[in-house]
């Protein structure tokens, strides 16, 4: 990816130029401050883009971590049968619904 950069003092005397690369051309704008990096200047779409990519990995990292324990209970004979999960979960699900008519019903009575 081509990396633009530019000075702090740019932010104010070529924003417009700036605002090019981070909209026109979807591509982050380095800021510098006496040579050091301070800030990354992003468009919105791209950096909302970035966001969801995150948030996928997280979501793709947590289904990993939980197979990997699953495969590491398994291992150790600590595995469950999914009968009794799936009684378990239904067991749950009972409860909360419950829990939530009888929330209803203090509010609505």
Same mark, same amino acid.
């Given at each position: ?39 990354? &200047? $992003?468009?919105?779409?791209?950096? @909302?883009?970035?966001?969801? #990519? ?5 979501? %793709? ?23 009794? &999960? $799936?009684?378990?979960?239904?067991? @749950?699900?009972?409860?909360? #619904? ?5 929330? %209803? ?5």
């Amino acid at each position: 990816m081509k990396a633009i950069i530019r000075p702090m003092t740019d932010l104010a005397k070529k924003m417009d130029e700036i605002e090019h690369f981070c909209i026109t051309e979807s591509l982050p704008v380095y800021i510098t401050k006496k040579g050091t990096g301070r800030l990354v &200047v $992003l468009g919105h779409e791209h950096y @909302e883009n970035l966001v969801s #990519e995150i948030e996928k990995f997280k979501e %793709e990292n947590q289904l990993y971590k939980s197979l990997i324990q699953a495969a590491s209970e398994s291992r150790r004979g600590e595995s469950q049968d999914v009968n009794d &999960v $799936l009684d378990e979960l239904d067991a @749950e699900l009972r409860e909360r #619904e419950n829990d939530d008519r009888q929330t %209803e019903r203090k509010v609505s009575g």
